[in-house]
């Protein structure tokens, strides 16, 4: 049990550690929200939808459901224009301390952005069904368990994680130039995202 979990572990987190629409969203809500608990949730959206697609990754229902030929386009079309929507809304935001501070998000729109970033990416759904679940075709039982687990605890400590890293940027970051030259790279990466996914798509025309 103790191999399987620390398998999960180191596993899950090369996979999260990559900068993502995902991670990047969750960076920000910690750094624009006034208080730490105002984020919390995305933090717990984003992990609720990791702990989903993992749990079914392991099950092995998601192989089934990525094999839905016209599912699968569908989930590439849907999150290419929300990765764009998303990119566009991250370069326009402000730096979080200068004169015009960028608009905290509610708590409902919080969480429809993390569970479109997290649900509507067809690499996070092809990492779990191409390595999470074929990594845990090793285990039964407790040790599969195990290796669920740890898969899961990397999301909660990594999210969480992210979130402090932006509240403490913005206490660092007076002037806001920091996290406004963040929040363009960000927006640069995420649409590079959304290229790679096009052309990705067009590719399997």
Do not use: E
Not at 82 to 91: A, M, P, V
Not at 141 to 149: E, F, I, P, R, S
Not at 161 to 185: C, E, F, P
Request: net charge positive.
């Amino acid at each position: 049990m103790i191999h399987a979990f620390i398998h999960g572990f180191i596993l899950a987190l090369g996979l999260i550690l990559p900068l993502g629409a995902q991670n990047i969203f969750i960076f920000n809500q910690g750094a624009v929200q006034p208080r730490f608990h105002l984020a919390l949730p995305a933090i717990l959206t984003a992990f609720a939808c990791d702990t989903i697609l993992i749990t079914l990754a392991v099950l092995g229902v998601s192989v089934v459901v990525f094999q839905i030929i016209w599912l699968k386009k569908l989930l590439f079309l849907v999150g290419l224009f929300f990765l764009l929507y998303i990119g566009w809304q991250t370069w326009r935001a402000v730096g979080v301390n200068s004169g015009k501070d960028a608009t905290p998000l509610s708590g409902k729109k919080q969480m429809l952005f993390a569970s479109s970033v997290s649900l509507l990416n067809p690499h996070a759904i092809m990492d779990t069904i191409g390595v999470i679940s074929t990594n845990s075709l090793g285990y039964a039982g407790n040790a599969k368990l195990a290796y669920t687990l740890a898969c899961i605890s990397v999301s909660c400590l990594w999210f969480f994680g992210l979130a402090i890293a932006g509240k403490l940027l913005r206490h660092m970051d007076q002037s806001g130039r920091w996290m406004q030259m963040i929040n363009r790279v960000s927006a640069l990466l995420i649409w590079g995202v959304a290229m790679y996914m096009a052309a990705l798509f067009l590719s399997q025309q």
